[in-house]
C-alpha cells in the first residue's frame, strides 16, 4: 500500500458524459502527477500540481482538466467522454516538486467508455 | 522533446539467471533522472530503481542495477537471480532535471516472463 487513494477504482460510463476522478496523495505529500494508462502502452504523462499549482502539462486533452485542492487531494474531469479516453488514471505523489524525491502511484482508476 | 524507447516488447528469463532490459533515451538536456519502474499484473506501479545523470556510479538495489551510458543515452536494467515474482512488466522513465519542468516521460514497456 503507497499511501495514495484513488476513487472510484473503476467507473463505467457512456460517451459524451463527464466523470471526476479523485486522488488522495500520501500525508505529507504536496505534489500530485496524473497518468493515462491506456490497454497495453505505457503512461502519459498528463498534468503535475503542486500544493494548489499547476506545474506542468502533458499531452493533455482539453476536454480533460484537473485540479488540486487546499486539503491537497486532487481530482482529473473527463468530459465529451469518447471511447479512446478508456484506461486506467494513475495519480502519483511526491514530498515535493523540484528535487527528485520519489513518486508513490496510486492502485488507479479504471475507465471504461462505452 | 524527449524520448524514452524500449525496443524489447518481451523477455523471457528462466528462473535463477539474468537478464537485461533495454532502454535508450534521447535529450539535449544534461541535467535529468532516470528510473526503471515495475507494474505487475496487479498494476501497481512501483519503483525499482533510480539514476541521477550528475552521478557517473551506476546505482544498484538489491538484484538490481543499471548500466547507464551517458554518452550513448542508455540505461539497461540488469535483473540478478531472477525470481518468479519478478515477471512483469518494466518501463523506463525519464524525468528533466531543470527547474520549472517536472514532467515524467515513460518509455512502452518491456513484458518480462519468468519461467520455472
Known amino acids: 500500500d503507497s499511501g495514495v487513494t484513488q476513487t472510484p477504482k473503476h467507473l463505467i460510463t457512456a460517451t459524451g458524459q463527464r466523470v471526476t476522478l479523485r486522488c488522495s496523495p500520501r500525508s505529507g505529500d504536496l505534489s500530485v502527477y496524473w497518468y493515462q494508462q491506456s490497454l497495453d502502452q505505457g503512461l502519459q504523462f498528463l498534468i503535475h500540481?503542486?500544493?494548489?499549482?499547476?506545474?506542468a502539462k502533458g499531452n493533455i486533452l482539453e476536454r480533460f482538466s484537473a485540479q488540486q485542492f487546499p486539503d491537497l487531494h486532487s481530482e482529473l474531469n473527463l468530459s465529451s467522454l469518447e471511447l479512446g479516453d478508456s484506461a486506467l488514471y494513475f495519480c502519483a505523489s511526491s514530498v515535493a516538486a523540484g528535487e527528485i524525491y520519489e513518486q508513490y502511484f496510486g492502485p488507479g482508476t479504471r475507465l471504461t467508455v462505452t | 522533446a524527449q524520448t524514452v524507447t524500449q525496443s524489447q516488447p518481451e523477455m523471457s528469463v528462466q528462473e535463477a539467471e539474468t537478464v537485461t532490459l533495454s532502454c535508450t533515451y534521447d535529450?539535449?538536456?544534461?541535467?535529468?533522472?532516470l528510473f526503471w519502474y515495475k507494474q505487475p499484473p496487479s498494476r501497481q506501479m512501483i519503483l525499482v530503481i533510480r539514476?541521477?545523470?550528475?552521478?557517473?556510479q551506476n546505482a544498484t538495489e538489491n538484484r538490481f542495477s543499471v548500466n547507464f551510458q551517458k554518452a550513448a543515452k542508455s540505461f539497461s536494467l540488469k535483473i540478478s537471480d531472477s525470481q518468479l515474482g519478478d515477471a512483469a512488466m518494466y518501463f523506463c522513465a525519464y524525468r528533466s532535471g531543470s527547474s520549472g519542468t517536472y514532467k515524467y516521460i515513460f518509455g512502452t514497456g518491456t513484458r518480462l516472463k519468468v519461467l520455472a
Open positions: 539514476q541521477e545523470a550528475y552521478k557517473q
Open positions: 535529450t539535449s538536456e544534461s541535467d535529468y533522472y
Open positions: 500540481y503542486y500544493n494548489g499549482e499547476e506545474r
